[in-house]
T-cell receptor, first 118, second 115 residues
Framework: GAVVSQHPSRVICKSGTSVKIECRSLDFQATTMFWYRQFPKKSLMLMAT?????????EQGVEKDKFLINHASLTLSTLTVTSAHPEDSSFYICSATGWETLAKNIQYFGAGTRLSVL | AQTVTQSQPEMSVQEAETVTLSCTYDTSESDYYLFWYKQPPSRQMILVIRQEAYKQQNATENRFSVNFQKAAKSFSLKISDSQLGDAAMYFCAYRSPNTGNQFYFGTGTSLTVIP
């Protein structure tokens, strides 16, 4: 299957700082990328959908000014958690899909980023 | 929005035995895709199997197979010859062709494999 790389896998930061998480599709062009948040032993909660070259679409209740998403190329999307607070501590997962046969109609996931805000 | 229901929060199976995980969904669409993903303790989501709704034949991937009942809106996953490495959270997912590739996930089933 297709490969999606997510970096960093773990980050610890101080309250009030910003953190950037990268999501890359390594062997296909990701026309759409998704960002999820997952709480312990819970399902994935979709935060936003980003299409290459356009603004991200945020789900209801997700603050777009706090969770900045950029999808500037067909292989890279970034999620920046701005002015992070302890309540933002969570597991964040990205996924990607594309038009190529390899990735069509399927979401391939990154390995996730565990964010801990002190 | 479509809803996906996994009614079994936890399941267990003896090693080498067979287990079936259930999934039902609610939709008014006729064409869609269904998936089972596995999330082991590493938390990497791994695609296990997928099914296109227009195909009547049930999908099979080695020890994993599905029982797709379109009229009943049911999509169960059967794991045969269970192995210790099958222990994980399993998520059922629905993809609509009308919502820009968005997936709708169930709440997950935690599978324990007993040696």
């Amino acid at each position: 299957g297709a490969v999606v790389s997510q970096h960093p896998s773990r980050v610890i930061c101080k309250s009030g700082t910003s953190v950037k998480i990268e999501c890359r599709s390594l062997d296909f062009q990701a026309t759409t990328m998704f960002w999820y948040r997952q709480f312990p032993k819970k399902s994935l909660m979709l935060m936003a959908t980003s299409n290459e070259g356009s603004k991200a679409t945020y789900e209801q209740g997700v603050e777009k000014d706090k969770f900045l998403i950029n999808h500037a190329s067909l292989t890279l999307s970034t999620l920046t958690v701005t002015s992070a607070h302890p309540e933002d501590s969570s597991f964040y997962i990205c996924s990607a899909t594309g038009w190529e046969t390899l990735a069509k109609n399927i979401q391939y996931f990154g390995a996730g980023t565990r964010l801990s805000v002190l | 929005a479509q809803t996906v229901t996994q009614s079994q929060p936890e399941m267990s199976v003896q090693e080498a035995e067979t287990v079936t995980l259930s999934c039902t969904y609610d939709t008014s669409e006729s064409d869609y895709y269904l998936f089972w993903y596995k999330q082991p303790p590493s938390r990497q989501m791994i695609l296990v199997i997928r099914q296109e709704a227009y195909k009547q034949q049930n999908a099979t991937e080695n020890r994993f197979s599905v029982n797709f009942q379109k009229a009943a809106k049911s999509f169960s996953l059967k794991i045969s010859d269970s192995q210790l490495g099958d222990a994980a959270m399993y998520f059922c997912a629905y993809r609509s062709p009308n919502t820009g590739n968005q997936f709708y996930f169930g709440t997950g089933t935690s599978l324990t494999v007993i040696p």
